[in-house]
């Protein structure tokens, strides 16, 4: 049989990067793009060294060209499109919302419109909890209200899957899958492809490696009075690798036509809530580092308590989570080392 051809948007990023991995070590073929606004080709180059492959045809593009989408769907034949490309920062995205409304959802528009054009039925978005702003249960289902969003990033998830949701119903010749990541970490265990944040980071396990390495002077956790059992919020943390392997699951749930409806919904996290103390230590236990940590007044805008309850993915993406919290903690120190090389 012909091997298919994956559209990978944003794929030298954090994700999709190890995406493209798990994509070509279950045998399809990849086109990756990515406009380089938030990387650089690291995580690409060890997509390359992990899987062998000297071929894969790289573009460097953004979405927001339709031009440039256009062309790229006429000189491939894509049978499915993972659109990742998005900006993603919460904080810019409160001062700069052009920017993530521009960017965000042209992208998305464009690799509709392409996609339908030229024959691509199946389309995987990537989502995010943070549709389920403060849930009022834990954890969430799919089926979970979803919340009014609290940042112009949460609000182009939401409008993301509505466009897309709104498409596949109208226009009959795509179908769609959003998967809702809770909260990826880790690295991939060669320590060749990983996090690369830019200036300070936002994100708790970055910021934590940096720490140890000494780029950092103190992780602050923000915040100790929440109404949680140590008093820290409560995420899913879920690794980068198994992340990965859901839409390797997702894929090919529409490649193989196994869809049961033609625009689905799937939480991808463990279903085990973690601490950010729980974090902290499990990160002292598997690096042997002690971490200069303190406690520092909450941070404006968090969720108190999500996490995943991941029974649908697991049930019809045949997908679990099999890495613990120390696995990917252990990837994410073995990562920051090795870039400190
Ligand atoms: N945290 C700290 N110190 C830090 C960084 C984070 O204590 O230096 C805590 C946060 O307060 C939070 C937890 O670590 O309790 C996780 O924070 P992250 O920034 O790593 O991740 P978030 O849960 O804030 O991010 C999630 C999703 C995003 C989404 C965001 C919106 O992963 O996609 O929620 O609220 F945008």
């Known amino acids: 049989m012909q091997k298919k051809t994956v559209l990978v948007t944003g794929g030298a990023g954090f994700i999709g990067s190890h ?13 990756v793009a990515d406009d380089l606004s938030n990387c650089d080709m690291t995580n690409f180059e060890g997509l390359k060294q992990i899987t062998g492959r000297d071929d894969i045809p790289f573009h460097q593009m953004t979405f927001c060209d339709e031009a440039a989408t256009e062309k790229l769907f006429s000189e491939n034949k894509i049978d499915a499109v993972i659109h990742f490309a998005a900006f993603k920062a919460v904080g810019e995205s409160c001062a700069e919302p052009l920017k993530y409304y521009g960017n965000n959802l042209k992208s998305l528009i464009n690799v509709l419109e392409s996609a339908r054009r030229h024959g691509c039925r199946n ?35 939401q409008i993301s899957e509505d466009i897309l949701r709104d498409s596949v119903k109208a226009y009959g010749n795509i179908r769609g899958i959003a998967l809702r990541y809770f909260n990826p970490i880790g690295a991939h265990p060669t320590a060749l492809m990983g996090e690369l944040p830019r200036g300070v980071p936002n994100n708790l396990v970055p910021y934590i490696t940096q720490t140890a390495i000494g780029k950092r002077e103190c992780l602050s956790v923000f915040g100790n009075d929440y109404p949680t ?36 919904i799937f939480n991808v996290g463990t279903g085990k809530p973690a601490s950010v103390l729980d974090l902290v230590n499990a990160f002292e236990k598997v690096s042997g580092e ?28 045949g997908w679990k989570a099999g890495r613990t919290i120390e696995d990917s903690l252990l990837a994410a120190w073995n990562w920051e080392k090795k870039l400190a090389r």
């Open 19 to 31: 995406v493209s991995v798990e994509l070509i070590n279950a045998g399809y073929d990849l086109v």
């Open 290 to 317: 002690k971490l200069n940590w303190k406690f520092a007044p909450r941070r404006a805008g968090d969720v108190i308590a999500i996490w995943a309850d991941p029974s649908l993915a697991n049930e019809k993406l």
């Open 123 to 157: 389309i995987l978005f990537s989502s995010s909890c943070t549709v389920y702003g403060e849930p009022e249960k834990t954890p969430v289902t799919e089926q979970t209200p979803r919340q009014p969003a609290t940042s112009p990033y949460g609000n182009t998830k």
């Open 229 to 264: 059992p140590d008093g820290t919020n409560l995420r899913d943390y879920i690794d980068i690798v198994d992340l990965a392997k859901a839409h390797v699951c997702a894929v090919r749930r529409m490649i193989d036509d196994k869809m049961e409806a033609d625009y689905e």
